[in-house]
């Protein structure tokens, strides 16, 4: 690929887990772990609780993200 941004979009993590770890993020506020354990077990959780539509979702928006960012030229992105 010749196009710098096409570059960023396909060889970094910015679109492709977008769609999970900001959901991520957004479930986490104000969770604590007393240890590993724990953590291990309710991120097993989330992701086994994600509905089926939420992972059609993210792969559904990865061709807008990709050209939101590809006609940015690389600039970041805030939603």
Not at 11 to 19: I, Q
Not at 49 to 75: C, K
Request: aromatic content about 14%; overall charge negative; charged content about 25%.
């Amino acid at each position: 690929m010749g196009n710098p941004a096409a570059s960023a979009v396909f060889s970094g993590p910015y679109t492709t887990d977008y769609h999970l770890f900001r959901s991520l993020s957004n479930h986490m506020r104000g969770v604590t772990f007393d240890n590993e354990e724990d953590l291990k077990n309710w991120l097993k959780n989330f992701l086994d609780t994600r509905p089926s539509d939420f992972w059609r979702n993210g792969i559904d928006t990865l061709v807008e993200r990709w050209e939101d960012v590809v006609n940015s030229n690389g600039e970041y992105l805030i939603d």
